[in-house]
Structure formats: structure tokens, C-alpha cells
């Protein structure tokens, strides 16, 4: 890359290692901020655990809720963390080094927090074991395997277990270099974790091929955990949910809620951290770049949905369709989906003069994941808010105090989860970034020598 | 037969290359010393790397597993509780396939990472030679061989301006003592 910086391996483990031995004001500001909001978090669930789900706005029809919206807001948040990593390892893209590790975190806490959203739904989440898992032998009690309740923790727990193993495998060398620079706690933790690596020259083979294989093996998951969400919903006869566009539609909306994210969690850790010779403005400008595709695909797929619902003539589809564009509040959020989602932040990632501003991604990336989860609730909701034949009772879905709590707080447990992360592990891969220090050439351009392309394996 | 082991330790890339180069000169075979770094360096670097591996066998072992697990856990499950719904086929099939997939793939993944381990030959607990410098950006040479090649080995490795080099018994310094 042409901005890279002539860093020192020594400077290289100082400055990434920095957020374990040192606290910024800003991240105690950051725990005890998040801590308060997770504290109001779990006395919201425990609430409803003790209460039953008649404290929260759930009734007939309405059975699903803001608990199912962000749990599908969630798992896309969660997609884009390992697509990121596994499709910049396959292309050998130079640019993903400062980027793998945390997308990958975030994937692991996203999906974490997205799985407690349909267990705590449940109102007895200790039920949920046998609903799910065919461990009862003895009473020989089995899930059923046709319901979309068991595929959903296939595929979720596919996804977290290739995840968390992603990540470990990748973070092995650097529990090594911690081993070997601390004392205490952390030392026996790192040892442990390090499963005594020494780096030589077959290790790091091993290292090099499994972030291909990993990642090639990783891809198809990730294509198919969204897909099974969505049909959730597509396999149901709930009018505008029962659509075949639904799994394309529900990943292309995932990465980009996801690459979003992945965005403002670089421009964090970027302001932190202080990664400024890491987390370079070349790599918002790349994102930015793949984000305007990823943006337009999803709109594509938005558009496609509103045609296939239209198209059939069907009168339920054509009545709800009509209800999600024209009636309040989904006409405003209609807006707010097309606004935020697509034609604030598209727009100004074409320049780029904004792509390499920080502030503006930042902010762009949020407005993103603002109209994304308004689409999540825009897709939900109004199918399950109308009256159909044999629907005997319905009314009006209003979340709870609750509810509104368990969303607050879902966002500060994956925050909270992000930190003591960041106190513990280094959230930019050290032993990846002093690869891209050993594969980089300079070239001889008349008087001046500048960074050439990175020969990679 | 007893073998020793040898490590130097050298500050930069250009040293432990020449390191690697005066080894081989003195005889030692590639299979014979390995090199130990921070973070990978283009293969050739420090001649050929020795040694075959079998790690594209593990996710195919681990896919079959999953797979039959799945079929086990779908097909086993609905003959279990054969509840016919609808007057459609018992076993129903798209279900199937997606916790099929779902285990194919799980068990790929699952199986990858072990293969990554073994043939990483870790967990590692035995006893080998080790410095802390390696982590800091130092390259080491380690050469495993005869008790009778030691001191081959030490003279080898400090032809090539050594940080220091360790053997079994401790430091014995990265150059060679001064005759008396």
C-alpha cells in the first residue's frame, strides 16, 4: 500500500499492545457508561423471566417483537465482521490486516447477543434446551427438526463455533508474544492460550494455509445463517413475509449493515486507541468503496421485494404493501429506510474526499445501521399487525418499557464485550501487521523510493 | 539416540539467512535445524522448508463426520416420534438438508482447527529451546542434532554474528572465546 508507515517490530508491539497495559479516560467513560445500561439490561430480563412475556407488547397477533427485530438486526451486524475477514484473506488484500481481528470479534459478540434475543423471547429459556437439542433420551422427547426454531441454532451455532475457532487460530501467535512479555495472571493465561507456539517455519505454514482453508470454509455459512433467518419468516404464510427474495435479500442486508458497522468500529478504535498508523484513511476509502456496491445491491433487493409483493395482485400482499409505504408510521419509516440506508450515505461515499474522512464515515455508517434496523422492524412488524381471516384478536404492537431496555442494552453488552475484549486480547492482529512489515518492497521510481505491491503467499 | 539442540539468536534477517547458509556448508541437513521467528517471511527465505503435511484431509474427515451426525440427528429423530403430518413422507427432506449442511460444515470447520493444531504440532509441552528475543522481532536458529555435531553446530552459527547462542547447558556467547 502507498501510505504505509516505516514502523519498528518493537514500535509495532508498543503501540498495538498499548490498550492492554494502559486505560484512556475515555474507556473507563465507556465501561461504566455501558456497564450502567447493561446492569438496566439484566434487571429488564430477569424482569420478564419473572413476570412471563405479558410485560412486554406482545400479544396475539403480535408475537414477535423488537426482541425478534434485533435479533435479526443482530445476526446481519454479525455477518459482515467474518465476510470481511475471510473475503480480504482469500484475495490477499493487503488492507485487511488492521481490520480481520475486530470484524471477527465483532462477529463472535454480535451473534452471541443476537442468540440470547430468541432464547430470553421464549419466556422460559431453560425450555428452549429440549426444544432444540435431541438430548432427552430417557423421556424420548425430540425437537422437531421441521420447524425453523431448530434451524436456527444449527446454523447460529455453526456460525459462532467456526468463528470462535477463526479467531483463536489467527490469535495464537499473538498470545505467544503477550506470553512472553507478561507476568502474573496474564502470563498464565497467555500460556495457557498459546498452546506453547515457538513460530517456526511449519507453524507459520499451518497459520498461513488454515486463514485460507477457514475462510473458504467459513463463506458458506455465512451465506446460509441469514438465509435460514430469513426463513424464519419466508416459510410462514404471513403475507410479505412469505417471499423467495427473502434469503438474497436478508444477506445482501446484512453485509451492509455489517460492513456499516465493521466502519464504526474502525473509526473507534482509530479514536481510542490512537491506531492512526495502523487504521489508515486508505482502508475507510477501500470500504467505502466496497460499501457503495454492497449499498446498491441491497437497495436493488429492497426494490425487488416491494415488486414481488405487488406484482402477484395478491389483496392481502397489495394491502399490507399499502400499509408499510402509505399509512404512519411506516410511511416515515419507509423514508427513513430509503434516507438513511441508501441515499444520505451512497451518495457521499462516491467522493473520495469523504471516504477519507473519518467523521463522515462514522457517521455515515451509523445513519446506515439506523435505517437498517428501521428496515428489520419495517419488514416484521406490519405483516403480523393486521387482521386476517380466523384472526380473532389484534391490535396495535407497542414495545414495552421492557423491551426497549433489552434493545438498549443489547447494543452496550456488544460494546461492553468489544472492551474487556480490547483490555485482554489486542484488537489488531501484531504478528499480521509485522508480516505485511517482512512482504513489504520498495521501488526505485527515479529519485524516489515509494512502497511497492506486498508479494504475499 | 540422544540429540542436542542448539539455538542462535541473531538481531536481523541478513545475519540468520547467513546463519542458514553456514549451517548447510558445515554440513547439516535443511531437516536438521528449524527457524524461529515473529511472524512469517516468504518462503525460501532460509532455503526449503522440510516436511510434508496432511492438513486438507482433516476438513474432508470432519465434513463426513458432521454429515452423518446431521442425517443421524434429522433421520434418527423423526422415526423416533414417526409422526406423519399431513399424509406427507416421514422423512421430510429440505429440513434435512439444511441441518445436514449445517453439520457438513460444522464439523469441516471443527476439524480444519485440529488439523491446524496437529500438524502445528501443538499443544506443544515438551522441553525445546526457547528465548523470549524470538517475540521481540529476534530470529532463532534452532539445530537438533548428534551430541558428537554440537560443537559443529555452535562454530557454524557464530560464523554468522550471532545476538548469542544457547545451548541445553546455558549461554555460551555469541562469539567464540578468545584463545589463551
Redesign the interface.
Known sequence: MQERHQL???AI?RELFRPLVSTPAMMWVGFIGLGAVLAIFVFAVSWMVYWGLGVTGLHRPNMWGFMIVNFVFWIGISHAGVMISAILRLTQAEWRRPVTRAAEVMTIFSLMTAMLHPVIHTGRPWRTLYWVF?YDFWR?I??D???PL??DP??I??YL??ST??L??TL??DM??A???TTGWRHVLYTILA????????????????GF??SG??L??FV?VHS?VSWDFAVSLVPTWHATVFAPYFVIGAIHSGVSAVVTLMALMRWLFRFENYIRLEHFDAIGRLLIAVGTGWLWFFLLDIFFAIYPQEARELEIMQFRLFDWPFNVMTALIFIFGYFIPVPIWVFQRFRRNVKIMFWTSIAVNVGMWAERYWLIKPGLMRKYEWTFDWAWYRPSIVEISIIMGSFALVGFLLLVFSKIFPPISV??E??G???AQQLQVGKRRVNAVI?E? | MAIREVLGIYKDLDSAVAAADALREAGFERAEFEVLSNAPYPEGTFGEESGIHRLFVFPLIGACCGFAAGLLITGGTQLANPLVTGGKPLLSIPPMIIIMYEGTMLGALIFTVLGVLFESRLPWIGKALYDTRITAGYIGILVRTAPERESLAISALRKANPEDVLTEGGSVGGTAPAAQ
Open positions: 519498528g517490530e518493537e508491539t435431541p424420548n425430540w425437537p427438526i421441521r420447524g431448530v434451524w444449527s446454523a451455532l455453526t463455533t467456526g475457532l477463526f483463536y487460530t495464537i501467535p505467544a508474544l506470553r512472553d512479555r498452546l506453547g507456539w515457538r513460530g517456526n517455519e511449519r507453524q507459520w505454514k499451518m497459520q498461513t494455509i488454515a482453508l477457514l470454509l467459513i458458506p455459512v446460509s435460514i504478528w499480521e509485522k508480516e512489515v517482512h512482504f508479494r503467499f
